[in-house]
Nanobody, 121 residues
Framework: VQLQASGGGLVQAGGSLRLSCAAS????????MGWFRQAPGKEREFVAA?????FYADSVKGRFTIARDNAKNTVYLQMNSLKPEDTAVYYC??????????????????WGQGTQVTVSS
């Protein structure tokens, strides 16, 4: 099983990026797929996830949108109105443990390699 994240880059504050995470090796139609991020010197934190519907961390609500395409086994994260504090390595993840709306990293079993997002002020 492999999760391949892409789409990171450097963007100015107020700009947009779209991250993609393609899964291979199995399908995740009935599992949560989501995104976490980790900034230098900070712990990994939940950003957004989707099983039947998307749910978000308060810090990104209204700016980020998560979507999935089960036919392509891919999850997307559209990030708008980016801020310097969004700078981090973004990791995609998939899992079935816990509740359908779990934000805990330990409830996700599969992880991608991470993609860097840098927002300049």
């Amino acid at each position: 099983v492999q999760l391949q994240a892409s789409g990171g880059g450097l963007v100015q504050a107020g700009g947009s990026l779209r991250l993609s995470c393609a899964a291979s090796g199995r399908t995740f139609d009935y599992e949560r797929m989501g995104w976490f991020r980790q900034a230098p010197g900070k712990e990994r934190e939940f950003v957004a996830a989707i099983k039947w519907s998307g749910f978000y961390a308060d810090s990104v609500k209204g700016r980020f949108t998560i979507a999935r395409d089960n036919a392509k086994n891919t999850v997307y994260l559209q990030m708008n109105s980016l801020k310097p504090e969004d700078t981090a390595v973004y990791y995609c993840a998939a899992g079935y443990r816990g509740s359908s709306y779990s934000t805990r990293a330990r409830d996700y079993d599969y992880w991608g390699q991470g993609t860097q997002v840098t927002v300049s002020s």
